[in-house]
Nanobody, 124 residues
Framework: QVQLVESGGGSVQAGGSLRLSCVVAVDNYSPLCMGWFRQAPGKEREGVASISTGGDTTYYADSVKGRFTISQDTAKKTLYLQMNSLKFEDTATYYC?????????????????WGQGTQVTVSS
């Protein structure tokens, strides 16, 4: 069983930055894929970034490459998403998700465990 709790969302002006955190409650953190996904009103959930907990392989959506960085503190079992140069279109509810490895690519249906979500609002 994996429990995920996100924090760090909020409101920011375009061009600003936010850092999201996700605390992972699990016995063994290593064999996981961890990902950040987002869902805007009226849109499907989409992948933002993912990382393998054992090897630091990362994947990013094209829309966030160069602006967002996913990272982790394995000792703290905590996942982060640093979001810089935020745009209005980044506005969404952001979710932390986990799956047992395998493939860590950004396919929402592959992820079994989800946090409750944290809202990010970017004003233009």
């Amino acid at each position: 069983q994996v429990q995920l709790v996100e924090s760090g969302g909020g409101s920011v002006q375009a061009g600003g930055s936010l850092r999201l955190s996700c605390v992972v409650a699990v016995d063994n953190y290593s064999p996981l894929c961890m990902g950040w996904f987002r869902q805007a009103p009226g849109k499907e959930r989409e992948g933002v970034a993912s990382i393998s907990t054992g090897g630091d392989t990362t994947y990013y959506a094209d829309s966030v490459k160069g602006r967002f960085t996913i990272s982790q503190d394995t000792a703290k079992k905590t996942l982060y998403l640093q979001m810089n140069s935020l745009k209005f279109e980044d506005t969404a509810t952001y979710y932390c998700a986990a799956k047992y490895r395998g493939n860590c690519r950004l396919v929402p249906g592959w992820y079994n465990y989800w946090g409750q979500g944290t809202q990010v609002t970017v004003s233009s």
